[in-house]
Each structure stands twice: as C-alpha cells, then as structure tokens.
C-alpha cells in the first residue's frame, strides 16, 4: 500500500500544505515506513513530518484526503533529469544507510551543501551574505526539535507506573523509539520550562538566535517562561507568547532590556529567586541559562542562587558558545563556581549544537550530570 514514490508524494503534498515536509523529512519517512506493519505507516509519517502542535492536529486530515481522496491519485512524481532516474529507495542507500558523499553530490537540491555549512557555523562566523538563509533555516529546525523536546519531556504524577507493554506497542510506529512513555494510572505531564539567556555584550553574536530558539522552545511548552538579563532582569515571557518570531523579536528590540550592557549573573539569579522562583519552579522545572559565564559580580553569589534553584527543580541545564572552542576551560570565576550545580553543560554557539539538545535531555533528563 505504502509505495516509495507515494511517500514521497505524500511529503510533497503536506509542503505544499505549509508542513515543514523537506529533503531529510522525506528520507527519515522512508526509512521508517519499511520498519513499520501496514496499518502503523500512517503514526510512524506522523512522528517524522510534524513538526508543531498545529501540524499534528492537521496530519489525519491531510493523511485521509491524500490516501483515500483524489490527492494522492492527482500527485504524479516530478520529472527528473535523465541521469539522476533511478530508484527512490537509492537515496538512502542499502538497508537504510545514508548515501555516501558521491550519491549526495548528484543529488538535485539547490543550497543543500549551503544548508549543512550553516549548520554547523557558528553564529559568530556566518557572513551577512548568508544571514537570510540562515534565518530560513534556524525557524524550520528551531520549531521541529522544539516539537520533538516538548513532546519527549514528560513526567508523571506521583504514583503513577510505565505501563510497558502499551509503551512498546506504542514505539512501534517510531521504529522501536520509545519517545512516549504510557502509564498506569495518571496521565503523565509535561515538565516546566524556565530560560533566562544571557544578552549582555559578550553575548551579542549569539543572543539573537538563542532568543529565537528560546521562542520556539517557548511555544511548545504548556507552562514555560523567558527571561533575559545582562545587569539586572527582564521577563519576556509574554513577548515571546506572539506566535510569529520575527514580530517577537521586532516586539524584543522596543524594550529596556539592557542590550550588550554588563554581566551580573549572580545578581540576576538573585532577583530572579526573590521574585519569580515561588511561582515558576517546581519539582518537574527543567530550568536552563544560556550564557558564556562572564560574571563581573562575586562567584559566590552566583554559587549561592544556583543552590537555591537547583533544590527546586528537576534538572539544570547551562548552554555556553564558547564551550565550542577547542582550548576553552570553563575557568572564569563565574562558570568555575556555577559547575557544581549544573546538571547539563553543553554548547549553544550553532544550529547544531542547539538540536543536540534533544540528545543531551533525552538521554540524561533522568541520569546523571553531562559535562562536555
């Protein structure tokens, strides 16, 4: 029922629906398809070509209209040039392997070698001539992996239990990947989110972009909330509620926030514990700073605070650009005393670092601390 060509009509069909339904959606929901019995193809695409809340609401809808209703008969594969006619399945290689740098050279995407350059570029690095594209680039995948976390990150209620024959059943449709956690009893929920980032001037190459994250990270979160600090705080919770991002940011630029001002984190956490903490963090808050750790305050202030957020949440998580830097050691004063309570320390200096976000919170949300 679930021909190669059909799939890639399929994501053909939801792009020209406004899915986020690219090159690499399209391969993943190649490979996953043949994984898969019949009758779960249709939850294994789901997982693979959403990419929002919105998207998924959408997904059975446009799923029925294409497979049942004239869409899918109408959608006829693009012609290709004569040399590249060749089997889909060879875009991904023998038993789903990724296709070896020759067969990705003769494939016809425009910008794709463009796209993996920016990446992996630090945002310190990439010219105003790419800029554009960039930006392109950082809202599709910024709103997947936030999707993609949203949905991973769940907790359950207190006496709850992982049901885990419906988990298995359930990871099927997602090649064996357990992503959703089913339970006996309560209904698990969603863990809290709390950012504060950074936006001092040591941090202008960065901050624009990790705002950007912090939005669609924000927007997938039921109970989540931004703030940003150099010399004191600012709560952008509200701004960044604004479902677009470049309003929000256009929004952003309008405040008193103190842009490219001085650092004083510890500060900060300090005003932050006196009048936000009692109402924003819980037992289930994954609490997450973004900041190189440039403290012109005392180190033991910084200590201080971080111990008094860390006995209220579940998981602290700090993101520093420079931590990309091959010679860096986290040594300044600042990081130095704020290490020992940090329970994920990892880069947020490209578009790749910040997808690894995913990897570093799925794989240790529950385990020990993960210093790179």
């Known amino acids: 029922m679930f021909e190669a060509a059909?799939?890639?009509?399929?994501?053909?069909?939801?792009?020209?629906?406004?899915?986020?339904?690219?090159?690499?959606?399209t391969l993943d929901s190649l490979r996953a398809a043949p994984l898969v019995p019949g009758d779960s193809v249709k939850f294994a695409l789901r997982a693979e070509l959403c990419s929002c809340q919105a998207e998924w609401n959408r997904f059975d809808d446009l799923f029925e209209e294409f497979w049942t209703g004239n869409a899918g008969r109408k959608q006829q594969p693009r012609p290709q040039p004569r040399h590249q006619e060749r089997s889909t399945w060879a875009l991904i290689g023998p038993n789903g392997a990724s296709p070896s740098r020759a067969e990705e050279e003769t494939k016809p995407i425009s910008g794709a070698s463009l796209s993996e350059r920016l990446r992996k570029a630090d945002f310190s690095d990439v010219p105003q001539s790419d800029q554009e594209q960039l930006e392109r680039l950082a809202e599709r995948l910024m709103k997947r992996v936030s999707f993609r976390l949203s949905r991973r990150l769940q907790i359950s209620e207190t006496g709850a239990r992982v049901d885990l024959r419906r988990t298995i059943r359930r990871s099927i449709a997602r090649g064996g990947d357990p992503i959703e956690l089913r339970y006996k009893g309560k209904k698990p929920q969603q863990a809290r989110l709390i950012i504060l980032l950074d936006v001092s001037g040591s941090m202008s190459l960065y901050s624009f972009f990790l705002l950007r994250f912090a939005h669609a990270l924000q927007k997938n979160f039921k109970h989540a909330g931004t703030f940003v600090f150099s010399t004191n705080l600012v709560d952008i919770t509200s701004v960044l509620r604004h479902e677009h991002s470049p309003a929000a940011m256009r929004m952003l630029s309008q405040k008193a926030i103190g842009w490219t001002g001085g650092t004083r984190i510890?500060?900060?956490l300090r005003e932050f514990n006196q009048h936000h903490a009692r109402r924003t963090l819980t037992s289930d808050t994954l609490f997450m700073i973004l900041s190189d750790g440039w403290d012109t305050g005392e180190p033991e202030v910084l200590a201080a605070e971080l111990a008094a957020i860390k006995r209220r949440v579940k998981k602290l998580v700090w993101l520093n650009p420079l931590l990309a830097l091959d010679d860096y050691q986290p040594l300044t004063r600042g990081m130095a005393a704020a290490l020992p309570y940090v329970d994920v320390f990892a880069?947020?200096?490209?578009?790749?670092s910040l997808l690894d976000l995913e990897?570093?919170?799925?794989?240790?949300v529950l385990g020990k601390q993960d210093v790179r």
């Open 347 to 352: 880069p947020a200096h490209s578009l790749d």
């Open 266 to 268: 510890g500060a900060s």
């Open 6 to 25: 059909q799939i890639v009509n399929f994501c053909r069909f939801l792009r020209d629906h406004g899915f986020d339904a690219g090159v690499s959606e």
């Open 359 to 364: 990897k570093h919170l799925t794989r240790r």
